[in-house]
């Protein structure tokens, strides 16, 4: 799981967490409009829900993090809306920790932010199913990422969390598989049935 509980990381790493996603909540609130706060509601409660339902791999278990096409529908918005669902699962379900709050927010804010990027990449292309093709890549590249940042966390504090850090990096490959064929799905769908969902060019300019 990329949720880092309390006391496991120094205060100085907690701090800089805090602080890095402060400057990101307020990059992706800018100008938000009453119109968007429904969408960003219903992403949040996906969010919430993914992590409810877990899933074993060898001794430990994993579960769909939705980071991806959260940046997929939400583009910027989506860093809020990781926070406010991480916030509630740490306050409601002990699942990560408050004083972890801001590590754990940029360890799957940051990954929705990229797929965020890669999807509008789909906008220079013609490509047949462009939406299912990119999405499943910001699905896929998002998990990667949050992984590869809590391997990296992990192992900047001591030998001591080697093993368990690449068991969390392994253990992550098949979610990777799942995300990227639940996001390029998603998004094809959206995109034929409610493209209105994905994110906005407006959203998307920095």
């Known amino acids: 799981m990329v949720h880092i509980a309390d006391g496991v990381l120094p205060a100085w790493m907690l701090v800089t967490g805090f602080l890095a996603t402060s400057v990101l909540l307020y990059f992706s609130l800018y100008k938000t409009t009453a119109e968007e706060i429904p969408k960003i509601s219903l992403v949040t409660a996906a969010l919430f829900v993914a992590s409810l339902a877990h899933f074993p791999v060898g001794p ?30 740490a306050a409601f379900f002990q699942h990560g920790g408050l004083t ?20 509008q990449r789909r906008l220079s292309f013609e490509l047949p199913n462009r939406e299912f093709v990119f999405g ?16 990296a966390e992990l192992l900047a504090i001591g030998e001591g969390f080697r093993e368990i850090s690449i068991l969390i990096l392994a253990s992550h ?21 409610r493209p209105e969902m994905l994110c906005t060019m407006n959203n998307a300019q920095i």
């Open 100 to 119: 972890a709050l801001g590590i754990n927010a940029l360890n799957m804010g940051v990954p929705a932010l990229l797929a965020w990027q890669i999807f």
């Open 136 to 151: 499943a890549l910001a699905g896929g590249a998002a998990v990667l990422l949050a992984a590869l940042m809590v391997f």
């Open 60 to 89: 430990t278990s994993v579960h769909l993090l939705l980071d991806g096409l959260a940046g997929i529908i939400l583009g910027r918005r989506a860093f809020a809306s990781v926070f406010v669902a991480l916030a509630l699962q």
């Open 173 to 193: 490959v098949p979610v990777i598989l799942v995300e990227c064929v639940v996001s390029g799905s998603a998004a094809g769908y959206l995109a034929r049935a």
